[in-house]
C-alpha cells in the first residue's frame, strides 16, 4: 500500500510540475493585448483555451483605453491570465502575390569595410583611428548632407589632407567622428579607407494592397545590408515590374531563387519605409478591382490547412497549398510568427518549395488573409518562416497614402 502512495504521489507531482510549466508558458505565449472586430465574440484558436469576459474595462492593466478585460482559462478551469481585448474593424485588403522590383537609396550611406590605406608613412586607416565602426551610418561629411556614396570619398579627397568632420548614426544615436585623411602612394589622392555602401536593389513579393489608398506591404522581413546585416534607412526608393525568367529550385543547403530582370524603367510606386516588419509604400495606380480578402487577427490563425498566393508567371497569381505547423503569438516577435510547410505537389516540382524572392507573398487560411512568407529553412526548402498580417498591416497604416 505504501508503494502505492508513493506512486500516486510521485505521479501527481510530475503532473503538478508539468501542469505549473504549462501555465507558466502560456502566461508568457499569449499576448496581452488582442484586437478583434467583435470583442463580446472573442475566443482564440486553441480548443485548450476558453475565454470569458471579467465584466470591466482593461485600461487600468493595458494602457488602452476602451479595452475589455478577458480572462483565459486553461480547459475551462485553470486561469491563465487576463488580456485585454480592444473591438477594431478588419481591413479588406487584396492579398497580392505579384513579384515586383525593389530599387531603394538609404538616408545616408552605410559603413561596411575599412581599408588600409599606404601613405609616406606606412599602412594606416583613418576612418578606423577615427572611431568609426562597420555599420554605422554616415549622414553628413563636413556638414554637408550625405546622399550617395561617392560624395563620401569625394569630400575626403578634395579636403587637402585638413581633418574632415563626419557625422554618423550608430544605434540611433547621432555621433561626430574627426577623420585625418592620408595621400595614397598609389594615385596621390586623400583617402579615408572607409568602404561604404548607398543602395540595394532585388526581387520580392507585395503580400496585400489597401484598395482605398493604394498603401503596400511586402516581403514581410526588412531589406539589410548583405555585409553588416543592418536594417538600411530609407532615403528614397521606389517598386518596379519585374519579369521572372526561370526559377532555380531549392534544395537542401541551397536555397532557390527567382530569376527575373526589371520589366522598364518606369517605378509603379514609391517605397516609405523598411523596417523588421518588411517595405512600405504607395503605388500610383488608383483604381484596384482585384479580390480583397478581411484580414485574420493573430487569434484567428491556426495550425492547419492553408494556401499561399504566388504569380511566377505574370499572369494570375496561382494557389497552392501549406500547411501552418506551428505558431509563435509572443508580442514581442514581430515577424517568424508562424512556421509553414509547403504541401502543394506542383510547387515543391516547380521550385522545391519557397525561394529567394517568395518573401512576402501571403498567406491565405479560411478564406482570410493571415500573413505572409518570410524565410525559407536552408536544409529544408519545403518549410519556413511567416508573419501574421496584422503586423504587417499595423506598420502600413504610418504610410501617407
Same mark, same amino acid.
Given at each position: 500500500?505504501? !508503494? ?12 503538478? +510540475? ?6 507558466? #508558458? ?9 484586437? =478583434? ?10 480548443? #485548450? ?14 494602457? %488602452? ?12 478551469? &485553470? ?7 480592444? *473591438? ?34 606606412? !599602412? ?82 507585395? %503580400? ?34 519585374? =519579369?521572372?525568367?526561370? &526559377? ?14 526589371? %520589366? ?12 523588421? =516588419?518588411?517595405? #512600405? ?74 525561394? *529567394? ?24 526548402? =519545403?518549410?519556413? #518562416?511567416? +508573419? ?6 499595423? *506598420? ?6
Amino acid at each position: 500500500m505504501r !508503494k502505492l502512495i508513493h506512486k500516486i504521489t510521485a505521479a501527481l507531482t510530475c503532473l503538478s +510540475i508539468a501542469l505549473f510549466a504549462e501555465i507558466a #508558458y502560456l502566461d508568457e505565449f499569449l499576448p496581452d493585448r488582442y484586437h =478583434t472586430e467583435d470583442s463580446a465574440a472573442f475566443s482564440l484558436a486553441q480548443q #485548450y483555451l476558453s475565454t470569458s469576459h471579467t465584466g470591466g474595462n482593461a485600461s487600468a492593466v493595458s494602457g %488602452t483605453s476602451g479595452a475589455q478585460s478577458v480572462s483565459v482559462d486553461l480547459f475551462g478551469l &485553470i486561469p491563465i491570465k487576463t488580456v485585454s481585448v480592444s *473591438q477594431t474593424e478588419a481591413p479588406n485588403l487584396i492579398a497580392s502575390g505579384d513579384t515586383f522590383g525593389v530599387k531603394m537609396f538609404t538616408a545616408g550611406a552605410i559603413i561596411v569595410g575599412f581599408a588600409d590605406v599606404e601613405g609616406e608613412n606606412g !599602412k594606416r586607416c583613418p576612418g578606423k583611428e577615427a572611431g568609426l565602426k562597420t555599420g554605422d551610418i554616415i549622414l553628413s561629411v563636413n556638414h554637408k548632407k550625405i546622399s550617395y556614396n561617392e560624395e563620401v570619398a569625394l569630400i575626403i579627397k578634395e579636403s587637402g589632407g585638413q581633418p574632415v568632420v563626419i557625422e554618423a548614426e550608430r544605434n540611433g544615436k547621432k555621433m561626430d567622428f574627426t577623420v585625418s585623411p592620408i595621400k595614397s602612394k598609389s594615385d596621390g589622392s586623400y583617402k579615408g579607407g572607409i568602404w561604404v555602401r548607398d543602395s540595394a536593389a532585388g526581387i520580392g513579393t507585395i %503580400t496585400f494592397i489597401n484598395p482605398e489608398t493604394g498603401v503596400f506591404g511586402g516581403l514581410g522581413h526588412a531589406i539589410c545590408d548583405v555585409d553588416t546585416g543592418q536594417i538600411m534607412p530609407v532615403g528614397s526608393g521606389e517598386v518596379c515590374d519585374v =519579369t521572372i525568367n526561370s &526559377i532555380k529550385k531549392g534544395s537542401s543547403g541551397n536555397p532557390g531563387e527567382l530569376m527575373g530582370v526589371f %520589366t522598364t524603367g518606369e517605378s509603379i510606386g514609391t517605397i516609405n519605409t523598411n523596417n523588421e =516588419t518588411g517595405i #512600405y509604400g504607395s503605388l500610383f495606380q488608383k483604381d484596384f478591382s482585384e479580390k480583397t480578402y478581411p484580414m485574420a487577427f493573430q487569434q484567428e490563425v491556426k495550425k492547419g490547412k492553408a494556401t499561399i498566393l504566388c504569380n511566377f508567371q505574370g499572369n494570375t497569381p496561382v494557389e497552392y497549398e501549406i500547411e501552418i505547423t506551428d505558431i509563435d503569438y509572443r508580442e514581442e516577435n514581430k515577424v517568424k510568427n508562424m512556421v509553414i510547410k509547403v504541401t502543394d505537389p506542383d510547387l515543391i516540382s516547380l521550385s522545391g518549395g519557397i525561394v *529567394q524572392g517568395m518573401s512576402g507573398t501571403p498567406i491565405i487560411q479560411n478564406g482570410k488573409l493571415v500573413g505572409a512568407v518570410t524565410h525559407v529553412f536552408v536544409n529544408d526548402p =519545403t518549410s519556413g #518562416y511567416g +508573419i501574421f498580417a496584422e503586423n504587417m498591416y499595423n *506598420q502600413s497604416k504610418n504610410v501617407a497614402s
